[in-house]
């Protein structure tokens, strides 16, 4: 089934590994055939990878764009997804953990993009984790203790 993409002016795109950009007009293309694609705002660059569950996503991102270097990638999930595990506890995380990891396995790697969103969703809400700070929850605490 093909994959339509509909892209605004000047919106960028990865397939297969090379960056493509739009043109100046909203324009819609069609892939036939099976491919790597990511929107833009689905890459995550080296410099925002600042958080645990970023630090999940990055590796799987690189799995599913970079067939060829995959075994290393894969090194670096796992080893990600172990610490992270072992940090929380929560049912719910861990079952999100769980699945991100059976879709690797398998060769999923854009269905365990999405459950990385996901978890990213989970640590910025339910972890409170801000980056090189405190979160404002844990401010508050802090004042009513």
Do not use: W
């Not at 997804?81 to 940090?87: D, H, I, K, P, R």
């Amino acid at each position: 089934m093909p994959l339509k993409l509909s892209l605004k002016p000047g919106e960028k795109f990865v397939i297969n590994g090379a960056v493509v950009a739009n043109g100046d007009r909203r324009t819609t293309i069609v892939v036939q055939n099976k491919a790597s694609i990511l929107r833009d705002k689905d890459i995550l660059q080296t410099e925002d990878v600042d958080t645990p569950a970023k630090r999940i996503y990055f590796p799987v991102m690189m799995m599913y764009l970079d067939g060829a270097g995959r075994a290393e990638h894969y090194q670096n999930f796992a080893l990600r997804m172990t610490e992270f595990m072992s940090a929380i506890s929560s049912g719910e995380g861990l079952a999100l953990c769980m699945a991100i990891s059976k879709d690797v396995m398998t060769g999923e790697h854009y269905k365990a993009l999405i459950k990385c969103r996901k978890l990213i969703e989970y640590e910025r809400e339910r972890l409170s984790y801000v980056p090189g700070g405190v979160s404002e929850d844990a401010k508050d605490d802090r004042k009513t203790a």
